[in-house]
């Protein structure tokens, strides 16, 4: 009898360590089941592992940070002159931005910029490193005219753009030109007074269309 009841309370013993590795593996699988749940649930608050919240996300942060703000009918040139734009001429940092903005080095040639600002009429000398023939000279003068005109829109307190390059003669010989462009001659090609054309955006772009439509003709 004492045999059986051995036999028994064994039998039992077994099936409640089964019961229990079972309801641990069952409580285990639970648990991963519940953790895996909560790791998708938090998945998509977190963009650097879910594709599609970076794709949505997207054109919104490219509109944000790198397409600056624009008025109607303002190109993106114009837009960027104007935020290049002068406030004092004795800034020469300002100065440096403004032309690199321009472009003058891939438009027209490698250069320094000097400003006179110490005595009146304040000008901005720049001197390319440009030797070009008698027969170039006119149309390099007419291009970087135009440019001249932006500057002098664009800089406060500049009255005149001075720019110096080479000229090689017929002869050989090269002697250095230097060419001006100040406020009153611009406002005689301009027919308006050219610092209202730095005033907006807007006044930018209607100094760019005026300009191309000089070119066209």
Do not use: C
Not at 13 to 20: C, D, E, T, Y
Not at 166 to 192: F, I, P, S
Request: hydrophobic share 40%.
């Amino acid at each position: 009898t004492m045999k059986k009841v051995h036999k028994a309370i064994n039998k039992n013993i077994r099936m409640l360590l089964i019961i229990a590795a079972t309801t641990v593996v069952a409580l285990a699988v639970l648990l991963m089941l519940i953790a895996g749940n909560e790791e998708r649930n938090q998945i998509p608050t977190d963009p650097t592992k879910t594709s599609e919240t970076k794709e949505s996300e997207a054109p919104t942060d490219v509109n944000e940070t790198t397409v600056p703000t624009q008025e109607q009918g303002v190109s993106q040139q114009a837009q960027l002159l104007y935020d290049a734009r002068v406030e004092d001429i004795n800034d020469s940092a300002s100065v440096a931005k403004l032309l690199e903005t321009v472009d003058l080095r891939k438009n027209m040639a490698n250069y320094q910029v000097t400003l006179m600002v110490k005595e009146s009429p304040k000008s901005m000398v720049i001197t390319f490193d440009k030797t070009i023939s008698a027969a170039e000279q006119q149309a390099f003068d007419e291009k970087m005219q135009k440019y001249a005109e932006q500057i002098l829109a664009l800089t406060k307190g500049a009255d005149q753009v001075q720019w110096v390059y080479t000229v090689k003669g017929e002869d050989g010989k090269k002697e250095e030109r230097n060419v001006y462009l100040d406020a009153q001659r611009a406002k005689e090609l301009l027919k308006n007074d050219v610092t209202k054309y730095g005033a907006s955006a807007k006044a930018v772009q209607n100094l760019l269309d005026q300009q191309n439509r000089k070119d066209v003709r």
